[in-house]
T-cell receptor, first 115, second 112 residues
Framework: NAGVTQTPKFQVLKTGQSMTLQCAQDMNHNSMYWYRQDPGMGLRLIYYSASEGTTDKGEVPNGYNVSRLNKREFSLRLESAAPSQTSVYFC??????????????FGEGSWLTVV | QKEVEQDPGPLSVPEGAIVSLNCTYSNSAFQYFMWYRQYSRKGPELLMYTYSSGNKEDGRFTAQVDKSSKYISLFIRDSQPSDSATYLCAMRAPSGNTPLVFGKGTRLSVIA
C-alpha cells in the first residue's frame, strides 16, 4: 500500500542551489499535484497535472518548474532556491476528471530548508 | 476575502467533549466538500466527503453542509486524544478538473 511516495523527506539547501523533489503514485491516478504548506498559510497549490502530458500553474508557481514524466511520476524542481521556499512540500494524486468529487491522496511530505 | 475561511485555533477540549469545526466559503459554485485530518509531520488524509447540501455521518464524525449560508461543519462526538490533529476543510466546483481549495486548517488538541 505505497500510495503516493515522495523523496527526499528532508533536505537542506543553500541559497541559489537547485534540487528536484520526486513523486510517484501507484494508484493509476490521472491527476497529480504539488502543494506547499506554511504556518498560517495552509496548503497552497504550486502546480498540477490533470493528466499525463499536461501541467498547469496553481496559486504559487513562481520559482518552480514541474515535469510529468509519465502517468506515475511528477517532479518539482527548484532552479535557484531562495529562503522563501523553505516549506513542507506535499505531492498528491487523484483519479481526476471530475470523478466522485476528485478525492486527493497525499504523500508524507518533504521538509525543505533553504539557508 | 479568501475563497475559504477557517479559524486556525488552536482548539483545546477535554476528552469526551463534542467538537465543532467550521469553514465558510464565498464561491457558490462549490459542490464537493471534504474534511481532511493531518497528524503532526504527516500528509493530510481524507476524513469525510459530502456532495452538495445535507449531513453525512461516519461513526463519531458528522459533516454538515449549509449551501444557503455557505457554511460547512465537522462534528466529532466523544472526542479522543487520538483525534488531536489539524483538520482542513476543502471544496471544489464540479466543472472539469478544477483543483481543491483548502482552508488553512484548525489545530485540535483533545486532553485526556
Amino acid at each position: 500500500n505505497a500510495g503516493v511516495t515522495q523523496t527526499p523527506k528532508f533536505q537542506v539547501l543553500k541559497t541559489g542551489q537547485s534540487m528536484t523533489l520526486q513523486c510517484a503514485q501507484d494508484m493509476n491516478h490521472n491527476s497529480m499535484y504539488w502543494y506547499r504548506q506554511d504556518p498560517g498559510m495552509g496548503l497552497r497549490l504550486i502546480y498540477y497535472s490533470a493528466s499525463e502530458g499536461t501541467t498547469d500553474k496553481g496559486e504559487v508557481p513562481n520559482g518552480y518548474n514541474v515535469s510529468r514524466l509519465n502517468k506515475r511520476e511528477f517532479s518539482l524542481r527548484l532552479e535557484s532556491a531562495a529562503p522563501s521556499q523553505t516549506s513542507v512540500y506535499f505531492c498528491a494524486s487523484s483519479v481526476g476528471e471530475d470523478y466522485s468529487g476528485n478525492t486527493i491522496y497525499f504523500g508524507e511530505g518533504s521538509w525543505l530548508t533553504v539557508v | 476575502q479568501k475563497e475559504v475561511e477557517q479559524d486556525p485555533g488552536p482548539l483545546s477540549v477535554p476528552e469526551g467533549a463534542i467538537v465543532s469545526l467550521n469553514c465558510t466559503y464565498s464561491n457558490s459554485a462549490f459542490q464537493y466538500f471534504m474534511w481532511y485530518r493531518q497528524y503532526s509531520r504527516k500528509g493530510p488524509e481524507l476524513l469525510m466527503y459530502t456532495y452538495s447540501s445535507g449531513n453525512k455521518e461516519d461513526g463519531r464524525f458528522t459533516a454538515q453542509v449549509d449551501k444557503s449560508s455557505k457554511y460547512i461543519s465537522l462534528f466529532i462526538r466523544d472526542s479522543q486524544p487520538s483525534d488531536s490533529a489539524t483538520y482542513l476543510c476543502a471544496m471544489r466546483a464540479p466543472s472539469g478538473n478544477t483543483p481543491l481549495v483548502f482552508g488553512k486548517g484548525t489545530r485540535l488538541s483533545v486532553i485526556a
